[in-house]
């Protein structure tokens, strides 16, 4: 939480942006509490807290997902709220930013509870949602099924609405291409990164932490373009296999609901555990999962030269410092994971315009925006001798700024 801080405040400076709008881009638009009285099958009722934090629509509606978490409080919310706000910003989408959260533990609840959930607090926030007011999509713990709950109860206040929300279904709605796209995002990054510095991408040895919508996808693209898979990981633990990994394999074994730890044992494949799956001697390092990883404890031990933020905020600002100063290059989340927003920037123009992409051109636009969104960012990092942190979170920080000006508010 305050690491976003910390990194606006960064940009800010950079850009020596005036007190005024400092003001302006440090605070949120608009946050909504609610409560969520949610009926238990049981017949018991459990009353939960939920938000929606709005925090800048300056360059257009707000965008952002939703968790469903215990530690998606208030403060959480509102500091993912603004990292979506640089971050359409750095993709130069027509977006704001925003985030939502309910503050609940759903791994215990059953599909019936959590879609009751999920309808009671649409249902609360519908005043505030809109297809050019504020876009939700998933995220932690909310999936397509989710969305689709909320595109129901939402149509049912408002007519047919399939654009109110993204990362819906592909059966309603959905756009086929969405559901890899963060992914491939990451990966046409690192590509692009390697271009760049003048590295093959094939042949590059990675170990990727989680195994999820954005692990799995990024495993799947990296084996397309040649690079060399050889650690991932779930919650339950990870697997190494220095000659590679058959990712496909790994693929049916989470998609059949297991981990990929029950690998272990079959064709020289074996067990290593979270933490030191993060230290192997890889040259690409991808947290995929959920929480900081590296930090100031482990950060001088990471051996990978490039580290590609699948996950959002992986690295706390002490470790993201030691890394910086090892030389290590780090594609920051705002930039390496956008190419979920971005995927959800083409559902929603597709819904829009009730037409839709083959999957062909929903995959070389994704593929066009990040590798010039890597090169802006690049280019500005090279121009100001700082980390490409910084300089992505200064274009974003800027492109906002300019808007905020534009539109009179300073
Ligand atoms: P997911 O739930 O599909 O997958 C998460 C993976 O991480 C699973 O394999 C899970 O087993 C593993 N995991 C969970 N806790 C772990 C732990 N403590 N140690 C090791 N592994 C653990 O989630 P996802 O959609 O892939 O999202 C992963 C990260 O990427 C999150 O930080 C999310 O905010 C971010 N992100 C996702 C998207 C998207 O489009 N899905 C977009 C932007 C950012």
Redesign the pocket.
Known sequence: VQAVAAYFDEAARLLDLDEDTREVLGSSYREVAVQVPVRLDSGDLTVVRGYRVQHNGARGPYKGGVRFHPSADLDEVRALASLMTWKTALLDLPFGGAKGGVEVDPTGMTRDEVQRMTRRYTRSIHHVLGVYRDIPA???NTDAQVMAWMLDEFSLLHGYSPAIVTGKPVAFGGAPGRES??GRGAVEVLAALCRHLGVDLRGQRVAI???????SWAARALVEKGATVVAV???HGGVVRPEGLDVDALVGLVAGGGSVVEAVGRDGIEAVG?PELLELDVDVLVP????PVVTDANADRIRARIVVE???HPTTPSGDKILADRGVIVVPDILA?AG?VTGSYFEWTQNIQQFTWKEERFLAELADRLSGAYQATQRFADDEGVTLRTAAFALGVRRVAEAVRLRGYV
């Open positions: 998933p995220d932690v796209a963060t932490q989680g195994f999820g919508q954005v692990g990981s779930d919650v979270n995929a999962a959920l929480g699948g996950a959002n994971n979920g």
